[in-house]
């Protein structure tokens, strides 16, 4: 059986990452359409493969698996910040 840790320990712990690296996302909208126009209109030209993930129980959401490469830190976050302020985007994770 594992230990569990205690929150309070695992914080300032940031896990070490090699960039450039792919990076995931999984963003979620109610149109997939809708979606698929702000990634392309967030992303620009950068190269990313995108596939659909699911569909909630009643069909009011879609989730999509966004992979691209991003070459460091501040890129990756910005990155989450536009799509997570984009309307037609309703979560990333």
Not at 23 to 41: D, H
């Amino acid at each position: 059986m594992s230990e569990k840790i205690p929150q309070q320990a695992l914080e300032g712990c940031k896990p070490e990452i090699d960039y450039p690296c792919v990076w995931q996302y999984k963003v979620i909208g109610m149109e997939q359409k809708a979606v698929q126009a702000a990634l392309s209109e967030q992303l620009g030209d950068a190269p990313y493969s995108l596939s659909e993930s699911r569909t909630s129980r009643k069909g009011k959401y879609i989730s999509l698996n966004l992979e691209l490469t991003v070459h460091n830190e501040e890129q990756r976050l910005q990155l989450y910040s536009s799509l997570t302020a984009h309307p037609s985007i309703k979560l990333v994770l």
